[in-house]
């Protein structure tokens, strides 16, 4: 598959060829909706936790006595069915991590990928960086590039003025191409690819 190749003033510098084994497969949703959901289980922090009957902070006495209030009988004011008691089966700290294929994992990218390339919504650019970290030069430049919710991958590392100029910019973000992952690219309306990123990700890939 052949993509042209443009400068960040949007002027076609050149072409490429992508690898149709990683840019050019039909995009699997289920795939997808799995890597998806690994990446984002991965993220929660499993750290709610409710008080047990033997974590409250409670005088461990008869609430009131056995009998003639009327009530019904209690022993303890901690259990669950008092105000301020325990909870029962609550939420403790856990991971919600779990095991995912590294295959299934890759073949993810790979979809991923290839769904940008077939929407039309995958740039490639000859590199992504900047003279200054000015905010106005990178807003400049995403106008010029008709960019408003873009995700661009550079090679091994994104340029550090290019990642100072975008950090005030809603909607772009930078990431080395050893970040790249399923869901920032599926949450992005374009992918813009450098020259090293394509590089770097079929060399992962392949």
């Not at 991965?42 to 008869?62: C, D, F, M, N, P």
Request: aromatic fraction near 4%; charged fraction near 25%; hydrophobic fraction near 40%.
């Amino acid at each position: 598959m052949k993509c042209d190749v443009i400068s960040l003033e949007n002027k076609k510098v050149g072409d490429i060829e992508l690898d149709d084994a990683i840019f050019g497969i039909a995009p699997r949703a289920d795939i997808l909706h799995r890597v998806v959901n690994w990446q984002l289980a991965r993220r929660q922090s499993g750290t709610h936790k409710v008080k047990t009957r033997g974590e409250l902070a409670i005088v461990k006495t008869k609430p009131f006595k056995q009998k003639g209030t009327g009530n019904a009988r209690q022993g303890f004011k901690g259990v669950t069915q008092m105000r301020g008691g325990a909870t029962v089966h609550g939420p403790v700290v856990r991971s919600y991590a779990h095991n995912l294929n590294k295959k299934v994992r890759k073949l993810g990218l790979k979809c991923a990928l290839s769904a940008k390339a077939a929407d039309g919504a995958l740039i490639v650019v000859d590199d992504a960086k900047f003279g200054s970290p000015k905010t106005k030069e990178a807003a400049a430049t995403m106008k010029i590039l008709e960019l408003t919710s873009a995700l661009f991958i550079d090679g091994t590392d994104v340029d550090a003025n290019f990642q100072n100029a975008i950090a005030n910019l809603p909607g772009i973000n930078a990431l080395p191409s050893q970040g790249a992952n399923v869901y920032d690219i599926l949450r992005a309306d374009k992918l813009v690819l450098t020259k090293g990123a394509v590089e770097k990700l079929v060399e992962r890939l392949s």
